[in-house]
């Protein structure tokens, strides 16, 4: 069993930055592919940014590439969302999540989700 716990959500103004970490309670994180999605109210869970285990390979949505960086540290079982360049879009709650397919159409698990609300 895998446990994500993220933290780093919270209140922005348009153009402004936000660092969400996910911290996994599972040594052996390195095997799986993570990822950060979100969701806003109505509307369905999409994800946002995800990265391989096997070579650090990265993957972003459309909506967020050239403003948000996905990395990890693999060695404090951590990984990161920097996200610059904030829109009132962004809003959501964002959520980790780890998997071993890929792109991550099937996720293991997950995290609690941490609210990041962007203000125009």
């Known amino acids: 069993q895998v446990q994500l716990v993220e933290s780093g959500g919270g209140l922005v103004q348009a153009g402004g930055s936000l660092r969400l970490s996910c911290a996994a309670s599972?040594?052996?994180?390195?095997?799986?592919?993570l990822g950060w999605f979100r969701q806003a109210p109505g509307k369905e869970r999409e994800v946002v940014a995800a990265?391989?285990?096997?070579?650090?390979?990265?993957t972003y949505a459309d909506s967020v590439k050239g403003r948000f960086t996905i990395s990890r540290d693999n060695a404090k079982n951590t990984v990161f969302l920097q996200m610059d360049s904030l829109k009132p879009d962004d809003t959501a709650v964002y959520y980790c999540?780890?998997?071993?397919?890929?792109?991550?159409?099937?996720?293991?698990?997950w995290g609690q989700g941490t609210q990041v609300t962007v203000s125009s």
């Open positions: 990265i391989r285990w096997v070579g650090g390979g990265t």
């Open positions: 999540a780890a998997g071993t397919t890929w792109p991550m159409s099937s996720i293991d698990f």
């Open positions: 599972v040594r052996f994180l390195s095997i799986y592919n």
